[in-house]
């Protein structure tokens, strides 16, 4: 069974620009979740999404959206970077909710300059 | 809000030694808890999880923890670790039963040496 995919794996943008990450979720996985994880903040979480609804949202500004497709898989965008974005983006799926098993994916490393 | 802290930010241990990796949780509503490990470069792997009934629970890789109420700790041990388990080692919890995000400790570093 293939794990969670991300793309791109390695990704430089520079202030100002908008960037779009992919992630696909394991087969019959209807949950998908996104983290923000840098040396400063740890791991942070950004939206959760089942079935297409966002059911939760962390509490990043704005310039961070997401978004769910019908088979399952999520892009998430960020918008007018800043510095402060570059950091590892990982993506989770599982087949509910919480309380089933999370697999992460290996992240999406973001650096902007 | 659910949040969660863990004590000790990096454990050096030797190899064939026991480990015990302290989280302590706050939350004004039922929890879910969880460790999850990460190795260099890769995203996070789940070890073990407690959503409700015995206290102690029996993960991955010979790993336990034990969910104690009264103390609003969830403490990570082994009996005995490998090289193989030197990795950063997260707690984290979730607000039962809808809350949908997992929000995480600092994180330890556990290193393993011979």
């Known amino acids: 069974k293939a794990g969670v995919t991300q793309t791109p794996r390695y990704l430089i943008k520079t202030r100002g620009q908008q960037v779009t990450l992919s992630c696909s979720p394991i087969s019959g996985h209807r949950s998908v979740s996104w983290y923000q994880q840098t040396p400063g903040q740890g791991l942070q979480f950004l939206f959760e999404?089942?079935?297409?609804?966002?059911?939760n949202k962390g509490n990043f500004p704005g310039r961070f959206s997401g978004r769910q497709f019908s088979n399952s898989r999520s892009e998430m965008n960020v918008s007018t970077l800043e510095l402060g974005d570059s950091a590892l983006y990982l993506c989770a799926s599982s087949l509910e909710g919480i309380t089933d098993t999370q697999y992460f994916g290996p992240g999406t490393r973001l650096t902007v300059l | 809000a659910q949040s969660v802290t863990q004590l000790d930010s990096q454990v050096p241990v030797f190899e064939e030694a026991p480990v015990e990796l302290r989280c302590n949780y706050s939350?004004?509503?039922?929890?879910?808890l969880f460790w999850y490990v990460q190795y260099p470069n890769q995203g996070l792997q789940l070890l073990l999880k407690?959503?409700?009934?015995?206290?102690l629970v029996k993960g991955i890789n010979g790993f336990e923890a034990e969910f104690n109420k009264s103390q609003t700790s969830f403490h990570l041990r082994k009996p005995s670790v490998h090289i193989s388990d030197t990795a950063e080692y997260f707690c984290?919890?979730?607000?039962?039963?809808?809350?949908?995000?997992?929000?995480f400790g600092a994180g330890t570093t556990v290193t393993v040496r011979a």
């Open positions: 407690y959503l409700s009934g015995s206290t």
């Open positions: 999404y089942f079935s297409e609804t966002q059911r």
């Open positions: 984290a919890v979730s607000g039962a039963p809808n809350d949908y995000k997992l929000s």
């Open positions: 939350s004004s509503v039922s929890v879910y």
